[in-house]
């Protein structure tokens, strides 16, 4: 039996596996600093903090990556003054150039969300967006937001795995995959010219996805660190069904040969589907269903 890794190892596996994605990031991610990156990043916030969240004097976001939220929301004005941190050198590095090509000014840090290098009670936000699922120590980093809160601050973490997300998302992985020769033949595209699914890329994965979430361990995890008005949401149901069919057929074909009119098809229809998600599905069902999760939650005082 294989031993799980320790802390240290996947707080290490997390910072090179990230270091090494900084340069192809955006790109994979469809990452926007435009329009359509502050529709998506407000869009987001606004579901749980309101129409018109902010503004917020000081942000602290954790794991920032390539500066997708951060960057956005000082663009829109909803944040005064951004710092961001990662635990990754090389994703802060991509977020500087970033910010320098945006004319944005940041502060940032390269750590652990458990050991935030701050003094207490220094930000009205911290947020972050699909990082809580890395954190080896849920309890002691949601400490640290407590701390480097100023009192009746604010909370947001978003795109958080949910447990049966996760497990819905394999099957249209699997059928893209099957329909994969056939959907290349239809539209007379060339194969990947190398596999992208690198065993080692697997293997590394498997060590810095540390969590899938139900709400309660969200809830739980925000209380037990003394925040109140704790509220946790779900999004995001056939949009990522489209989106993961269409991102397995694509990443099968020589990403050269795919043509404009689809990969324009498979962008509407996901806005298209995520609009649908929004106005029906996610009032009407339970959170942990979607795909997605959301906490927000106020520090008392
Ligand atoms: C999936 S990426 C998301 C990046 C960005 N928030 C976004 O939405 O594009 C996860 C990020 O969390 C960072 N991360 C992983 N473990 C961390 C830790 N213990 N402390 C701080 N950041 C961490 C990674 O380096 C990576 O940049």
Redesign the pocket.
């Known amino acids: 039996m294989v031993a799980p890794p320790t802390e240290h190892e996947i ?1 290490d596996v ?2 090179r596996y ?1 270091d090494v994605a900084a340069g192809s ?1 955006d790109a994979k ?1 469809g ?1 926007s600093f435009g329009e359509i990156g502050h529709q998506q990043v407000l869009g987001k916030l606004t579901k749980l903090l309101g129409p018109r969240p902010g503004p917020f004097a000081e942000s602290l ?6 500066g ?2 951060s960057l956005n929301l000082l663009q829109t004005g909803v944040v005064r003054h951004a710092t961001c ?4 050198p090389g ?1 802060l590095a991509t977020l500087e150039r970033n910010a320098e090509m945006l004319g944005l000014d940041v502060s940032t840090a390269a ?4 050991e935030l290098p701050f003094e207490d009670e220094s930000f009205d936000l911290v947020l ?4 809580l699922h ?3 120590d849920l309890p002691r980093a949601f400490a640290e937001f407590a701390r480097v809160l100023r009192p009746g601050g604010t909370l947001f973490f978003a ?1 958080e795995p949910s447990r049966s997300g996760d497990k819905l998302a394999a099957f249209p992985k699997g059928a893209a995959l099957r329909v994969a020769p056939l959907w290349r033949r239809a539209l007379g595209l060339a194969p990947a010219p190398h596999d992208d699914a690198d065993p080692e890329d697997h293997a590394l994965e498997a060590v ?1 996805d540390v969590h899938a979430f139900v709400p309660s361990d969200l809830e739980r995890h925000a209380a037990g660190a003394g925040f109140g008005g704790v509220r946790v949401q779900g999004e995001e149901l056939l949009a990522n069904w489209f989106g993961w069919f269409n991102r397995t057929l694509e990443s099968s074909a020589d990403p050269r040969s795919i043509p404009g009119p689809w990969i324009q098809y498979a962008y509407r229809g996901y806005i298209a589907l995520q609009r649908v998600d929004r106005l029906l599905l996610e009032p009407r069902l339970p959170p942990r269903i979607f795909y997605n999760l959301m906490v927000a939650a106020r520090k008392p005082g």
């Open positions: 707080l997390n910072r990230h990031y991610w990452i976001e954790i794991g920032a990556g390539t997708y939220f941190t990662d635990i990754s994703m750590c652990d969300a458990a972050g967006h699909a990082v890395h954190l080896p795109g810095v």
